[in-house]
């Protein structure tokens, strides 16, 4: 079915649907990240569907989108509809020089660096350009930045400047199994194609890390949600929210749902904000007026039926308490996303991030490295295996350093060609 979207709407994406259905929250959230333009209405009655889309709400699979050319699709999942827009590319070269998977910061400061000196480079991104660091509303403390710049435009100008200098980015798919043939890195990807390289970056950084709480399934998308929320904080005006954690990315978080929320309370298991959080960010926290911080405070459980109406919490003293919300943040860290590489030779520490250089034991080496040399201090245990960002043990979670840390890889990449 095509619709034909009136003149204000030209141009940009239109989404429609349901309040708090998890299906359009997925979606509005993958559009904020690839910075693309839309507009969302929440249909909440029959008239205003047959308004807006020509039929009655039981008509309908929601979330609509109705794309720039009038074409209307109907619950789309991400995937389908990037390939819509035309984001979705096929890889055009049979043997890359270098694969990097993960396109946040670090995998895009590498895509940069590499293909602006010459070496052919495939980035895989299962999701959105950007990582944990393109859900941010505003990263302050990157040079070159004095008032700050959102993380999803950070990404997107990054992306543009790897895709300048002769970079493929191949969204939407992933790495499955995959092994070393034939001195090729060979890696089937979830659209059914093969990925093969003679040397490898993985910069998939972390997962968002889940409370543990048995009502976090039932309210994902109505209510709850992981990370800073960038997307959604313009649906909270005049609400009452909480925001989980202590570290920048919940600091951020609560700063930017102020400029909606009637409150934002942030909850933290230390006794302080200081001992994660930039001071920058904790000065305007403590002084800011919708703002009230309850330290030494954890979520020991989720209420509402539908939807979240509060949350129960329990301080270290044992007192426990109730409190209203509308909608509830996660910014707990991350855990490792590296399952994978169990049965691959990969070393990795107790909590499943790579090791790599430095850190890689003869007893790790053992049977799985085929140098003379030892690893290079970004590689891994696998010849040719680098590993950078988040997902690296012993990485310092700022954006800064997984940039830092991409460029370097790349020289160590150079080297390991040359000398294979």
Not at 272 to 289: G, Q
């Amino acid at each position: 079915m095509s619709i034909v979207p009136p003149a204000p709407g030209a141009g940009i994406l239109r989404m429609y649907g349901r309040g708090m259905d998890p299906a359009a929250y997925v979606l509005r959230d993958f559009l904020s990240r690839t910075v693309a333009q839309y507009l969302w209405t929440e249909l909440v009655d029959d008239d205003g569907s047959i308004r807006a889309l020509g039929r009655p709400l039981s008509a309908l699979r929601f979330p609509v989108v109705i794309l720039p050319d009038g074409d209307l699709l109907e619950a789309p999942d991400p995937t389908t509809l990037a390939r819509r827009l035309g984001w979705v590319a096929e890889a055009s070269a049979r043997v890359y020089d270098l694969s990097i998977y993960g396109a946040g910061p670090a995998g895009l400061s590498a895509a940069v660096y590499a293909a602006s000196e010459g070496v052919r480079v495939a980035v895989i991104e299962r999701d959105a350009v950007g990582g944990q660091a393109g859900s941010s509303s505003l990263i302050e403390n990157y040079l070159g930045f004095p008032q700050g710049i959102p993380g999803a435009e950070l990404a997107e100008r990054a992306r543009q400047q790897a895709v300048k200098f002769g970079a493929e980015l191949l969204l939407m798919r992933e790495g499955g199994d995959g092994g070393v043939v034939d001195g090729h890195l060979r890696v089937a990807l979830s659209d059914g194609s093969l990925m093969t390289s003679r040397a490898n970056i993985c910069a998939t950084g972390v997962r968002w890390r889940r409370l543990g709480l048995d009502e976090e399934e039932q309210f994902f998308g109505a209510g709850l949600y992981y990370g800073a929320g960038a997307g959604e904080a313009p649906q909270c005006a005049g609400e009452h929210v909480v925001v989980v954690g202590g570290a920048n990315s919940a600091g951020q978080a609560a700063m930017n749902l102020a400029r909606y929320a009637a409150s934002v309370t942030v909850l933290v298991r230390s006794p302080s904000l200081s001992k994660n959080m930039s001071a920058y960010l904790v000065d305007r926290l403590t002084y800011h007026p919708a703002v009230t911080i309850l330290p030494n405070t954890q979520v020991t459980r989720l209420l509402g039926d539908e939807r979240i109406t509060g949350v129960e919490t329990r301080t270290d003293a044992g007192d426990d308490n109730s409190l209203f919300a509308t909608r509830v943040f996660i910014c707990i860290g991350g855990d490792a996303n590296t399952e994978w590489a169990a049965g691959t030779g990969l070393a990795r520490d107790n909590h499943g991030l790579l090791l790599t250089g430095p850190d890689l034991t003869d007893q790790m080496l053992d049977g799985v490295w085929t140098r003379e040399r030892r690893p290079f201090s970004l590689e891994t245990s696998i010849p040719g295996f680098f590993a950078v960002g988040d997902v690296r043990h012993g990485s310092i979670k700022r954006v800064a350093s997984a940039v830092g840390e991409g460029a370097l890889a790349v020289s160590y990449v150079h080297r390991f060609l040359a000398g294979e």
